[in-house]
């Protein structure tokens, strides 16, 4: 036990990007990736037994400074879900990624995302989460600029907010671990308080993609390399999720005590509960009316933070389980989605549903994960989704919070919707005459995906193993039951028995299905066309607007869109800065960011 | 095993060339093995479950009446030309009877007119509780549906009486009609018929026509306005239903109609519920009209004019000359063109459907922008029958 | 074990019979209404018999006739989990939120099996139904919220045996607003007018189900048998107070009457029309129960 | 006067190439030469004669024309008019200008005349567009007199000589 | 597994109960459809229903004269039914022509193109006639006489070879994209 574990965890990603970075070889950069991504997933499943007894902390002093880094159970929790997602998206990566440039970036992302987890005290956590930004963001530069532009302006906004934020808690405690500031949260004045919640709401707020700041990310999820996608929104989100969590931890007991309570629950988790609830909603809809297939998941990944979100919120210690568990099972599918998308631009080169179709033939290996996949989000019962899912629901109904049960019952619905709209356009149906030489997915892509739908049958059918991780992380047995049962005391779960029931149906119906007479395979042009011959010029699938109908019904709330509204107060931002270079600078100025950069700079100089 | 791909192969094996998609709208075939569409075909291209492209592709029931008539003696051509229109098939043998008749220069008697007037305003009323029928069946209410077709079997049964067939009557013949009313029995049972299906009427009132759905299905569906069915050539209840007060029987009486008292229905909306209350309206104006025809009694004389020329049917000789007639029908304005060079048989019979209007070009501008489903509404509505149009 | 697989088995036979026997009522009241005679009440077990016998049968790939079985393996699933009056097994495991999410799964499967015949029309009844489902979700929850913080408890058989104690739950009235949310649904659960909008025979040709003959229809007929009963028995348990077999069958046949005469009456909507009804009064109806039950 | 003889004159006024009669009581007709068609037609809506029901081929096989009748309605006078006009009936003499500007509805007439007579009307777009007749028949123009229909029919449909071809005597 | 055969009686009373139609009113017979389903002749008392899918159904009624163009989507819609399938020809045009004996557009022989298991005579035939077309048709099911299907399948290409006597080879793919210009153009 010589060499701290923490550095090594952190650093290894990082040091490994440059290497590859610097070598640059194709063959031998993939390997020096994956190596460094598998390093930190290996220490953290190693260190697993040490910590149930202990933590391990490790400090770092530079130039007056101290950074204080802390392995706890929370913070492996998240470290291993990002280790593990970034894990299997530096596998995928090995097939799609084309140059040393994305290692680094990529690898710097996932050093980010694990500073952040293991970080203790302010300043390392911001740090972390700058790299962990910046990182993402040049991986995003590269594809698209306006994307990547989105997502800095909002990145920095929310970085900004966290500044000030941190500095009106500095300069209130004189404190910068996490341990010192919930202490010395108390002493906070009412207005104070509130101010700092604002500002870390709008900074995690970003990160997690809540509405109505989460427009950055259907952009920057689908244009940046699909592989890379998966850590995206299994890894870096959660950064958000963890950054909400925090909030309990640093200033949560005062917020609490000076806010008051509504109903059950905290009135700041309210608000946090139900901004997820308007995520679930928003997210899904618009989800369901994507064309594009790294969109439809980008928006569903936000749809599905908003069930964390909500779980946060409501601030029980079993909601917030069911939150850490829907933590992890949404990295576990929302990853294998994402890997799933990458193999499929990756062979096909499409990415719009409608150059689509009928691709269940073609890839069945990938069909099989994706089904996996879709199971799972849809929250059918023996897998992972299923069981978070419904922890989710008892904690929040059982609460005697309405509303945000509505909230949760929508979403689950509008999961199925998009779903289904995804299987329709992408597996089934009538296939483009160009899509016939698709191959099914490379290797390490298989792999990967083949992993994450493992973990999701595994942890779906045992959710117990999950549950107890999450008792120890809370330190006290909310949820009872075994390996298999979740017990709630009100409500009731066994996985096992489930599955051997859905088992034995399927046994039933399947025989049922053999006594019948033999089936004989026809075409796609042999079907019900009232009647009339068609051939493979037609075209017999609904490639665009499938969800027309729901579109329609939301004519009146789609014309409002966060998105536009952002891009005009850019714009009126851009056209003041014109006024003020007029007038005051007439100096050369290079982009608005800028100008909103300066602005918020001042703000934050201000709030120091 | 036959999978796409070697769908594909085998085409291009046999030299074929295979178009791209066209993979922002799909092809959707609308009939004719769809419950919707009796035997017509509408090929829809759609976005979604909007229609954006509509064409119409008629033609499965082409027979070739015009030709036929040419080949049949003037007489049989009776029992040819009543299959144009199979819901209300007195209406063709109406008009072709009156052609010939105007050609002929015969006064028919006014007990024939009388029994001709009936039968035509029989044949309305079923024909629009036939409607009703298909219009709650596509509306999915078919409890309406099943009661409209079950108040039809007394008329049929009626008809079957008084002509000795269900469908296709072959009753009214050029100089009168075929057979004389049965008996007074058959009146009474007429008027017990006609008075038994007016108190019905607000059954299909309550579960149909005021049913707060139907109203929420029809609205704003399908809309026409008045030039665009003047210049599409829209006749009958659907002209009506855009503000036009046009009614054959009274624009250009014939038969015992200047005798009678009745009342057009307008609508100005012109959308499909319109179109559907018209309809309603006139069959509670038809069963008013029948009501008073029985109420005038059958005038005594002939059923038949009495000409020598009659005699020598088969070879029965019709002037040379042409004449055009036309009956409101349920579907709208009916007419027959007949050409006779002077011999035995017409020289050119040519049917005047409503259908061929309403249902190409109308349809196909109607059915753009309309979602899935309002087509079956839109046909329904426009009252479309596809045997008109073929011939 | 010998005896649950035996107890198993007689729900299951007992399910698919009665389940049978209620798609034979609802062809017979519906002639009935039309003043017709009706099929004998045996009816749909000819029909299914029937299909089964067929002697070709089509597929267009795994999926296709995976999606049928998984459909009928979910529906008999969801069927253990409910109670029975006691002879049910899984009753103790029975929670309110697993047996929603299972009554919804096999729709699942017959739309993975619809979609992957490339059908068009099946595509176009994929888009209804899920649109349907996503329209019903919200009156629903809202039910099943009241109905869990009504009683304090998510398993349903704690439900039926409060319910012994302390009278029907339509006797309540935040559960007698949910009740009537929950009846809304169920014409759309039952795919009975106004909301048979994924069929629609005379409109898109039976959607989903156009695809689908012989043995897999056949399947789909058993599967709509159970489906059914465990709809009816759901409802029956938690809002009409539960019972013995026959008890429960009585309720069960009363909830399938107004899901009949409601069906009789009203023209079909279309999705969208639907979709703005449920979001409208049934979910504030529902809404107002269970924030009523909450207080 | 009545009202058809005033229609008639009105016409007429604007028209002198035509020849118009009234035939009977709300029955008025008129001659009009082919290329002039569009005009008199044009006129003839001007004149509150707002609906065309339907156009008419006549095929005068001994005379070797076809005759185009253009029927129309005005809901207006309740009168219904005959526009008549006579073009050869050889297939590639048997063209007609469109008037699917003038009647909007004309379109599907013409699509008629042309896949049953072989009239060419030029100017609508649709008139290569399968309309009633199936593959077969188009082309063959059956509906003209000098088709060999029945010869036709039997050679298609494979019937035996049962049936009497000399048979026109029917009763009913 | 199972021998079937054994249940074979079974089945085939199941067959004749619950025979469901075709929605497809190939002429003028389909006016005497909506009466035979309605409470007057009420055939639903046999299990008879209508099926907008011909993928379940079992029974083709041709309802009257069938013209070249319709017997293409029959023989098609024929061809997606289940075996065993049963069709009934309705009315004197499919047996020979009838009333349209002379006309160039109208089939004169069904029985060349797909094979019928009963037909009706008259023009056109009472609900009456049809029931007892019906009843005939579930007694032949019973007795296992009603095997057009298998004649279909025994007899495929004399049935072919007519069929592309009529319409000419390749009439599917010809049909099929006889559409196609008028539906890509804008």
Same mark, same amino acid.
């Given at each position: ?42 220490y ?55 140059d ?39 991986m ?54 509130a ?26 999820y689908?244009?940046t ?17 963890y ?5 309990y ?53 936000i749809?599905q ?53 009928g ?52 979403g ?12 329709y ?83 039933i ?25 068609v ?29 536009r ?41 201000w709030?120091? | ?81 009543l299959?144009i ?7 063709p043998?109406?008009?072709?009877s ?24 029989m ?6 509780l ?26 049929m ?127 509670e ?7 008073q ?99 | ?38 099929? #004998? ?5 000819l ?16 999926i ?38 299972l009554?919804?799964? #096999? ?19 994929a ?18 919220i ?47 007018? #106004? ?5 629609? #025979? ?45 008890v ?25 029309q ?22 | ?34 290329d ?15 609906s ?44 007609m ?5 003038i ?46 229909w ?22 009913i | ?72 989507? $029959? ?44 037909? $009706? ?12 077309? $019906? ?5 032949? $099911?019973?007795n ?28 599917r793919?010809?049909?099929a ?10």
């Amino acid at each position: 036990m010589s060499i701290n574990p923490i550095p090594i965890i952190i650093l290894a990603p990082l040091i490994g990007g440059f290497l590859a970075w610097l070598i640059n070889i194709k063959g031998i950069r993939e390997i020096i990736g994956v190596i460094s991504a598998a390093i930190p997933l290996g220490y953290l499943a190693y260190l697993y037994q040490q910590l149930s007894k202990e933590t391990i902390n490790f400090t770092l002093s530079l130039s007056g400074f101290e950074f204080n880094f802390l392995l706890y159970k929370l913070g492996w929790f998240f470290a291993t879900i990002a280790a593990l997602v970034g894990f299997a998206a530096i596998l995928g990566m090995t097939s799609t990624s084309k140059d040393g440039y994305e290692w680094l970036f990529a690898l710097m992302s996932l050093t980010g995302v694990l500073g952040v987890f293991l970080a203790f005290d302010m300043v390392s956590f911001f740090i972390f989460w700058e790299i962990m930004t910046f990182g993402s963001f040049m991986m995003v530069l590269k594809y698209n600029k306006k994307a990547s532009l989105k997502y800095f302006l909002l990145s920095l906004f929310g970085a900004y907010s966290m500044l000030i934020a941190i500095g009106i808690l500095y300069a209130s405690v004189g404190d910068l671990s996490f341990a010192g500031m919930s202490v010395a949260s108390m002493m906070l004045t009412k207005w104070k308080l509130a101010l700092i919640y604002l500002l870390f709401l709008i900074a995690f707020g970003v990160k997690a993609g809540a509405f109505p700041l989460h427009v950055w990310a259907p952009d920057a999820y689908s244009e940046t390399n699909q592989s890379y996608t998966a850590m995206f929104s299994g890894a870096l989100s959660k950064a958000g999720v963890y950054g909400f969590i925090l909030i309990y931890i640093l200033i949560g007991s005062k917020l609490a005590y000076d806010f008051g309570a509504f109903r059950s629950t905290t009135k700041f988790g309210y608000i946090i509960a139900f901004i997820g609830g308007l995520t679930i909603v928003v997210g899904g809809l618009l989800a369901a009316l994507q064309e594009d297939i790294r969109k439809l998941f980008a928006y569903s990944s936000i749809s599905q933070l908003g069930y964390v979100l909500i779980g946060i919120g409501v601030g029980t210690a079993l909601s917030i389980q069911a939150a850490l568990f829907h933590t992890l099972s949404h990295a576990l599918f929302k990853g294998l989605f994402f890997l799933i998308v990458a193999t499929i631009v990756y062979r096909t080169g499409k990415t719009e549903f409608k150059d689509m179709g009928g691709l269940a033939e073609k890839m069945p290996i990938t069909f099989a994960m994706a089904f996996v996949a879709i199971l799972s989000l849809a929250g059918i019962p023996p897998l992972v989704g299923f069981a978070s899912k419904w922890l989710l629901f008892e904690a929040v109904i059982s609460q005697n919070l309405p509303i945000l049960g509505g909230f949760i019952f929508f979403g689950s619905a509008i999961g199925f919707v998009y779903l289904i709209r995804f299987t329709y356009a992408v597996w089934f149906g009538q296939r483009p005459t160009d899509l016939d030489d698709t191959k099914d997915a490379p290797l390490p892509l298989a792999i990967a995906m083949g992993i994450l739908a493992l973990l999701n049958v595994v942890f779906g059918i045992a959710p117990g193993l999950v549950a107890k991780e999450l008792n120890s992380i809370l330190g006290k047995e909310v949820i009872k039951g075994d390996l298999f049962i979740l017990d709630l005391g009100f409500g009731k779960y066994n996985a096992l028995l489930l599955t051997i029931w859905l088992v034995i149906g399927i046994v039933i119906a399947g025989i049922v299905y053999f006594m019948g007479a033999k089936v004989r395979r026809v075409p796609v042009t042999d079907t019900y066309q009232s009647g009339n011959p068609v051939t493979m010029e037609y075209n017999l699938t609904i490639r665009r607007n499938f969800f027309l109908p729901l579109k329609e019904t939301l004519a009146f709330w789609l014309r409002m869109s966060f998105d536009r509204l952002y891009q005009d107060v850019g714009k009126s931002v851009e056209d003041l800065a014109e006024t003020l270079r007029y007038y005051v600078y007439n100096g050369n100025v290079q982009s608005y960011a800028w100008y909103l950069a300066i602005v918020l700079v001042v703000l934050a100089l201000w709030g120091w | 095993m036959v999978s796409q791909s070697e769908l594909v192969k085998e085409a291009r094996e046999n030299g074929m060339e295979l178009l791209p998609l066209d993979k922002d709208t799909y092809e959707l075939f609308f009939g004719p093995q769809h419950m919707a569409t009796e035997n017509f075909s509408i090929i829809l291209k759609m976005d979604g479950h909007r229609v954006v492209k509509a064409i119409a592709n008629p033609g499965f029931l082409h027979r070739g009446f015009e030709k036929l008539a040419e080949f049949r003696p003037w007489y049989t051509n009776i029992a040819l030309l009543l299959r144009i229109c199979v819901p209300e098939p007195d209406v063709p043998e109406a008009i072709y009877s009156m052609a010939v008749d105007e050609l002929m220069g015969w006064e028919v008697p006014e007990r024939a007119q009388w029994i001709r007037t009936v039968v035509l305003e029989m044949a309305r009323v079923s024909s629009y509780l036939f409607w009703t029928m298909g219009l709650g069946f596509k509306l999915g209410v078919y409890t309406a549906g099943q009661w409209a077709a079950a108040y039809r079997e007394r008329l049929m049964a009626l008809f079957e009486e008084l002509t000795g067939a269900r469908v296709y009557h072959i009753y009214t013949i050029p100089g009168g009609v075929r057979r004389d009313i049965p008996s007074d029995k058959w009146l009474r049972q007429l008027k017990d018929t006609v008075e038994y299906i007016k108190d019905k009427l607000k059954d299909f009132d309550n579960v149909l026509f005021e049913n707060y759905i139907t109203h929420r299905r029809m609205e704003g569906i399908g809309v026409m306005d008045k030039k665009f069915a003047l210049d599409e050539g829209v006749t009958g209840p659907n002209l009506r239903a855009t503000g036009v007060a046009a009614d054959v029987r009274k624009l250009d009486p014939y038969l015992f109609y200047p005798e009678l008292d009745f009342e057009i229905p307008v609508l100005k909306e012109g959308d499909a519920l319109a179109r559907a209350l018209v309809r309603r309206f006139e069959l509670e104006q038809d069963l008013y009209i029948l009501e008073q025809l029985l109420e005038m009694g059958p005038p005594s004389g002939a059923y038949k004019v009495q000409d020598p020329r009659l005699k020598a049917l088969p070879r029965f000789k019709v002037p040379a000359g042409e004449a055009y007639a036309h009956v409101e029908a349920t579907m709208g304005d009916f007419g027959a063109y007949v050409v006779s060079d002077g011999g035995s048989k017409p020289y050119r019979v040519q049917i005047r459907g409503p259908s061929i209007a309403h249902g190409i070009r109308v349809l196909e501008q109607l059915l753009v922008g309309a979602r899935i489903a309002d087509v079956p509404v839109i046909l329904m509505s426009l009252g479309n029958c596809p045997p008109d149009i073929d011939r | 074990m010998l005896e649950i697989a035996l107890r198993a088995f007689l729900i299951l036979i007992y399910a698919t019979f009665v389940g049978f026997m209620f798609m034979g009522i609802i062809r017979i009241v519906t002639a009935r209404i039309h003043r017709r005679v009706g099929p #004998p009440i045996y009816q749909p077990i000819l029909d299914t018999i029937k299909l089964l016998s067929k002697k070709s049968n089509i597929t267009h790939g795994l999926i296709y006739d995976f999606g049928i079985i998984y459909a009928l393996g979910a529906t008999i699933l969801a069927l253990m989990f409910i109670p029975l009056g006691n002879i049910s097994i899984l009753r103790a495991y029975g929670d309110l939120i697993l047996i929603t999410f299972l009554l919804e799964i #096999p729709m699942l499967g017959i739309m993975f099996a619809a979609m992957s015949s490339g059908n068009p029309w099946a595509g176009l009844g994929a888009q209804r139904a899920l649109l349907t489902l996503l329209a019903i979700q919200v009156p629903l929850g809202f039910a099943i919220i009241a109905l869990a913080q009504f009683y304090g408890t998510f398993s349903t058989y704690e439900i039926v045996m409060a319910q012994q104690a302390g009278g029907w739950s339509i006797f309540h009235l935040p559960l007698f607003l949910a009740a009537i949310a929950y009846d809304i649904v169920l014409q759309a659960m039952f795919g009975k007018e #106004p909301f048979d909008i994924m069929i629609a #025979p005379g409109e898109i040709s039976l959607g989903p189900m156009v695809e689908f003959g012989g043995k897999h229809m056949g399947m789909l007929q058993i599967q709509h048998a159970i489906a059914l009963f465990a709809e009816t028995l759901f409802f029956a348990n938690i809002f009409l107070g539960g019972g013995s077999i026959l008890v429960l069958l009585i309720k069960q046949v009363a909830v399938l009457m107004i899901a009949i005469f409601i069906g009789a009456i009203f023209p079909r909507f279309t999705i969208d029309q639907a979709a703005k009804f449920y979001w409208k009064w049934p979910t504030i109806i529902a809404a107002l129960g269970a924030i009523l039950a909450s207080l | 006067m009545a009202k058809e003889e005033v229609i008639v004159q009105k016409v007429l006024e604007k028209a002198p190439y035509a020849e118009g009669k009234v035939k009977r009581e709300r029955r008025i007709e008129f001659k009009v030469p082919a290329d002039r068609i569009r005009e008199f037609l044009m006129i003839m809506k001007e004149n509150n004669f707002e609906s065309m029901m339907q156009i008419t081929v006549v095929d005068w096989l001994k005379d070797g024309e076809f005759e185009l009748v253009y029927q129309l309605w005005s809901y207006t006078y309740a009168v219904h008019a005959f526009v008549k006009t006579r073009i050869p009936r050889d297939l590639d003499k048997a063209r007609m200008p469109t008037v699917k500007d003038i009647y909007p509805v004309a379109e599907t007439y013409e699509r008629d005349a042309h896949d049953f007579y072989g009239v060419y009307f030029e100017g609508n777009e649709k008139m290569e567009m399968p309309w009633i007749l199936d593959d077969a028949e188009q082309g063959l123009f059956p509906h003209r007199k000098d088709f060999d229909w029945l010869g036709y029919t039997k050679r298609k449909y494979k019937i035996l000589d049962r049936f009497d071809e000399d048979k026109d005597n029917y009763v009913i | 597994m199972v021998d079937w055969r054994l249940f074979e009686p079974l089945f085939n009373y199941a067959r004749k109960k619950s025979l469901w139609i075709v929605a497809f009113c190939t002429g003028c017979g389909g006016i005497e459809m909506p009466p035979l389903m309605t409470s007057r002749y009420d055939l639903e008392r046999f299990g008879m229903m209508p099926n907008p899918a011909p993928r379940m159904a079992d029974l083709f009624l041709i309802t009257g004269y069938v013209t070249p163009k319709t017997l293409k989507r $029959i023989i098609i819609t024929y061809e997606l039914q289940p075996d065993p399938k049963y069709v009934l020809a309705h009315g004197s045009c499919p047996l020979n022509g009838g009333i349209y004996w002379d006309s160039y557009n109208a089939i004169k022989h069904l029985d060349r193109y797909i094979p019928v298991d009963v037909a $009706i005579a008259g023009c056109m035939p009472r609900p009456e006639a049809v029931m007892d077309g $019906i009843k005939k048709i579930m007694e032949m $099911i019973e007795n296992g006489t009603a095997d057009g299907w298998k004649r279909y399948k025994e007899n495929y290409e004399w049935y072919k070879k007519n069929q592309d006597e009529l319409f000419g080879e390749g009439w599917r793919e010809k049909e099929a994209r006889r559409w196609i210009p008028w539906l890509k153009k804008k």
